[in-house]
């Protein structure tokens, strides 16, 4: 008897061992997900969301890492609007902030709203845990567009929106993935990618609104950190292939101008390069501390302002 009992004891101790390790692995991989995000608290990186919090149809996996988005609504979607948000915040905040669903969403656009990993986007040289893992952000927005595209047939246009680092990402997006956007209008934000040839071998229409106060992200350039506003649109000049005669508008009663360039992509009318400088707005043009620095045309937002270029870029093709 105890020996027909013997292969089964030690069966049991087999599967005993087994389930320890296994039970080890699991503490260890939890001990080690503790200990990453403390490092990561310690150093103030942002917590960002939790995608797996998210619907499957929100979510996709791509580089082995569950991605995320919010998503408006449209019956029948003409076009695809990107909003990314800035670092340290997410989703919802620029959601919030934009309301880029309210002026665009009327007129047929479905609106995205992409988390970055870390509530970072991976533009370049900025910002955060994504920039320092190199993570492919351009794949991820990419596979995005096909998703939704997909779902949603009739979408003839996509555009790139954002704010600060998503304004950056949204450049980014621009210049690596040229055919997948029809223009971009984004706020407070700076290419920070390297151009792999100039001129652009695919132009896109570009706005970027950025005001002069900015504490964050500067206006005037910053030796190490930012090119200065006026330094970035030269370089989208260049990669549009712009003609160097620009176009100046007075934008209101302060010292608010616009600058535009419309000669460009050898006679393409729908490749613009623009910036609108705003006087006093801080580091948010959605709110500046004096309304009358938006527009001289009544309470026009940079919301609206932004989909309007992006409108009449798509207009022209």
Known sequence: MGTALAPRATAGRGACARLCVACALVLGACFIALAAAFWLRQ??????????????????????????????????????????????????????????EQVAGPGGALVAW????????NAGSCCGLAAALGIDD???????????????????????????????????????????????????????????RI?????VALLEVHCRDD????????????????????????LDECERASRSTRW???????????????????????????ARCGHSPYRPRNPSAHSSRGNETVTEVAWAFMLAASAAT
């Open 215 to 238: 504490p964050v992200v500067t206006f005037e350039p910053r030796a190490g950190e930012w090119p200065g506003a006026e330094a970035n649109l030269e370089a989208w000049r260049q």
């Open 252 to 278: 209101s009663n302060d010292s608010s101008t616009l600058i535009e360039y419309t000669r460009c992509a050898r006679g393409q009318t729908h490749v613009r390069a623009a910036l609108l400088s705003l």
């Open 138 to 196: 351009v794949a991820f927005l990419r596979a995005l567009i096909a998703r939704l595209r997909a779902r949603h047939p009739t979408i003839r246009h996509v555009y790139a929106t954002g704010h600060s680092n998503g304004c950056m990402m949204a450049q980014r997006l621009a210049l690596d993935a040229p055919d997948a956007l029809a223009a971009v209008a984004c706020m407070a934000g700076y290419l920070q990618a390297q151009p792999a």
């Open 43 to 100: 150093r103030g990186e942002p917590a960002g969301v939790n995608c797996w919090r998210f619907p499957t149809s929100n979510s996709l996996f791509i580089e082995g890492r569950l991605r995320c988005w919010e998503l408006g609504r449209a019956r029948r979607a003409t076009a695809l609007v990107l909003d990314l948000h800035g670092y340290t915040v997410n989703s919802t905040q620029q959601r919030g902030l934009s309301r880029f």
């Open 114 to 121: 992409p988390n970055g990993v870390r509530a970072s986007w």
């Open 199 to 203: 001129p652009a071998p695919a132009p």
